[in-house]
């Protein structure tokens, strides 16, 4: 097996700082619980807004084909040039000769988790690109050279007192000084000048749109408007499953996201982009990297529909107590657990397994994918598949036997019982991780079986 940290002991290096724990899981909830007041804002009923959203979008996952085609057609016609990815590898050479044609060694970006998943920072950077991400969020995490660990807030595991002393030690903001107001203008300021000496912008794009060729960057900052007003050239990137079919269906899916994903009414800035301005450019990379793929997959073809909102990672009590680095993928959380096995199973077969299966992800999810019921079907797949370690797949086979025949059932409960009652120690130790963190329960004398047998005959 890998040698690469999984899951559980990921958990454990976040778990040692047990404040830090308790403060995440209440921020989150916090949001969470934003969101349930947001979605009852709405005077349509929120439920027919969901069914809705997820009915466009098995329409477009019917008719992915010619949805991509309609829009590639559309936006040439709108003077951008198109291009297709076939994976990470094709989508970062493209952007770098896309930079090397502008004769750029600098570029902004704002918030793409496209470009994330394709470790596009790292190739251009190991290709004398300096990018910049220009959301504030994202810029904490580049200074602090750590990944995003939530794809809506990427430094949600950052207390404002440790971006004070983040700031003083690469902006030079005051020692000790961790006023919101005064890091923010000191990140206002040291973005302004990036913006402005930067001929080139890059930009994620949350939906596009195959009737008219052009897509909509949402943002809370403006930071996508400034470095794309600014620069000589735009970089669009996108998964091709953020097609939609007509504008009209925006007005579905922009009144869901940002309730899902804040509790705010709407993102504030939902920028629409179309055609280049004079003498500018406009590149278009659409992206597949396994999502192809992915749609072939019958039982996780609806995991496609995910419009990045992270609503399921708030709700998530594993996500909340564990934090996002846990999953080591660009994606965390419950929907990062079913998109991540698709591109490797290998390398993210302990994903899936890190869920509860509560179903708190699928009644959340303003697209309705059944993201507890797709770990349930990823778990036996990857089983199935040899990719779980020997511990885990003997311990499912003997499960599988003690719960499939009644009468080892009933001799192994006896057994359990007798043992508690006995000789605790066989259970009551540091080998066992449920007792690391509880007392064991009394045993009973008699199973529920038992107890329920010689009561019905007395009675």
């Known amino acids: 097996m890998s040698a690469i940290p999984k899951h559980p002991e990921l958990s454990q290096r976040f778990n040692a700082d047990e404040p830090r724990v308790d403060w995440h899981d209440a921020t989150l909830w916090w949001i969470r619980e934003k969101r349930d007041k ?4 709405l005077s349509e009923d929120w439920e027919a807004l969901r069914a809705a959203a997820s009915a466009i979008k098995d329409n477009v996952l019917g008719n992915l084909v010619d949805y991509l085609t309609e829009f590639e057609r559309k936006a040439i016609a709108n003077g951008a040039i198109v291009h297709w990815a076939a994976d990470a590898a094709e989508h970062n050479r493209i952007v770098l000769s896309i930079l090397q044609e502008a004769g750029a060694q600098r570029m902004v970006k704002s918030k793409s988790m496209l470009t994330e998943e394709c470790h596009l920072n790292e190739f251009l950077g190991e290709n004398g690109i300096d990018v910049v ?3 504030l969020g994202e810029r904490i995490v580049q200074l602090a050279d750590e990944p995003p660990s939530h794809i809506v807030m990427p430094c949600i595991h950052w207390k404002k007192e440790e971006i004070g002393e983040l700031f003083h030690e690469h902006l030079g903001t005051p020692k000790g000084n961790a006023d919101p107001q005064l890091l923010t203008e000191a990140a206002r300021q040291h973005l302004r000048d990036k913006f402005l000496t930067r001929k080139v912008a890059l930009t994620g794009v949350n939906f596009a749109i195959a009737e008219t060729g052009e897509f909509v960057v949402c943002t809370n900052e403006g930071n996508a408007d ?4 600014l620069a000589d050239v735009h970089i669009a990137c996108m998964g091709i499953e953020k097609i939609v079919p007509r504008r009209e269906h925006l007005g579905v899916f922009l009144r869901l996201l940002a309730r899902s994903a804040t509790g705010q009414p709407i993102t504030t800035y939902s920028s629409h982009f179309k055609s280049p301005r004079a003498g500018a450019q406009l590149h278009i990379v659409l992206v597949d990297n396994g999502r192809s793929q992915q749609l072939g997959r019958e039982a996780f073809r609806n995991s496609l529909k995910c419009i990045r909102c992270g609503a399921c990672m708030n709700t998530c009590p594993v996500y909340r107590r564990s934090g996002g680095h846990s ?14 096995p698709n591109l490797d199973m290998s390398k993210y077969s302990d ?9 708190s992800c699928s009644n959340v999810c303003p697209v309705k994918i059944n993201i507890h019921e797709q770990l349930y079907e990823w778990r036996q797949e990857l089983t199935r598949q040899g990719k779980v370690d ?12 003690v719960l499939s025949n009644p009468g080892v059932y009933r001799s192994m ?3 359990g019982r007798w043992a508690l009652r006995n ?20 045993a009973p004398q008699e199973s529920f079986r038992e107890w329920y047998l010689k009561n019905r005959k007395q009675s």
Not at 330 to 340: E, S, T, W
Not at 351 to 359: I, Q, V
Not at 423 to 442: D, H, L, T, Y
């Open 351 to 359: 994903l899936p397994f890190a869920s509860t299966l509560c179903g």
């Open 413 to 415: 409960g006896k057994m």
């Open 390 to 401: 020997f511990g885990k797949k003997m311990a499912l086979k003997v499960m599988s036997t």
């Open 327 to 340: 999953y080591h993928n660009a994606v965390a959380g419950p929907i990062g657990a079913i998109l991540a």
């Open 423 to 442: 000789i605790p120690g066989m259970v009551n130790n540091s080998m066992n991780p449920w007792f690391k963190q509880r007392e064991m329960p009394e």
């Open 38 to 41: 947001a979605a009852h804002t």
């Open 133 to 135: 991400d220009t959301d």
């Open 226 to 229: 400034m470095g794309v007003h």
